[in-house]
């Protein structure tokens, strides 16, 4: 796959590096809330149990849209439509470097969580592993303070569209993020960086079904739904783009700008074109920016 040497962000002048994990999860039909609420707890928890995340978030994962491959663009929408409940949740972890995140995913601790050892039958578990950069300050790296307590985040996976350059690339996220962070959209932060990686776990539909022939046809159904879902982020995207804000109202907005709404629809005529895009919903607690989703994120 072509990687993208030319955008990958540097320690510049004002600047901090880091690595992202972005953990997507879908459910089995049927799941119990308090299930959900185990598995997303338990992986949010691991910030505390291995060494690695210097951050976390955990919550609902909505508005989960798919442009499809490029020659499936005039079917995009509709199956991101159909494949919107099966993506639910999500848990964001930030990593001072690369270093970190890797030796944080080989302990066996989070290799069993990520998984989806423990987890209801049916449920799957997505990891994409992209680099970042953010300003060089220590609130700003942490996610510390007022600005970051509830809030949405924007999530763009992105592939280079065809015969476009990584300078076009580059140029075209710059001018995004200067655009996120104004005081017309009031963005508290906004990363972008290359994909390292993308793992899948788990997935599979439950087996057979005792509920008779309507239950059947609904098995059949929500296995079909299932294998379109894992099959979304099956592309490893080109970079990943992460944008966050405290208000709902601040992302629609940014959502409605031309260039955005071009960019997450697939466009062809921008450099970059939207795999998917989401938002994660976050909710604040006492010990970090975000709390567990027992404490109100389902």
Known sequence: MLRLPLIVPT??????AVAESLHLLRF?????????????DGIWSLQYLAAGPICGSAGRLVRFHSTGSADQAGAGAEAGAEAQPAVSHAVLFRYAN??????????PRVQLMLSGTGAPAGTGITTINFRGSVPNE???????????AAGAELVVALALQGGSGEGDASEFLALTQQLAVSSAFGAVQCSYGPCLSVQHSGGAAAGGSDEGPGGEAA????????????QLPAQQPDMVLLVRFQEEAQLQAFLDCPPI??????????????????????????????????????
């Open 219 to 230: 098995a059949q159904q929500a296995q079909q739904q299932a294998q379109q879902a894992q």
């Open 261 to 298: 709404a071009a960019l997450v629809e697939g466009d062809e005529r921008i450099p970059l074109r939207a795999l998917w895009s989401a938002t994660l919903l976050t909710e604040p607690s006492d010990s970090s920016t975000t709390q567990g989703v027992r404490g109100g994120l389902v």
């Open 138 to 148: 220590l609130e700003a790296i942490f996610r510390r303070g007022p600005e970051w």
């Open 98 to 107: 690369e270093t970190a995140l890797t030796r944080f995913e080989a302990q």
């Open 11 to 16: 320690a510049a002048a004002g600047q901090a």
């Open 28 to 40: 089995p039909p049927g799941v119990f809330e308090e299930e959900v609420s185990q598995v997303v």
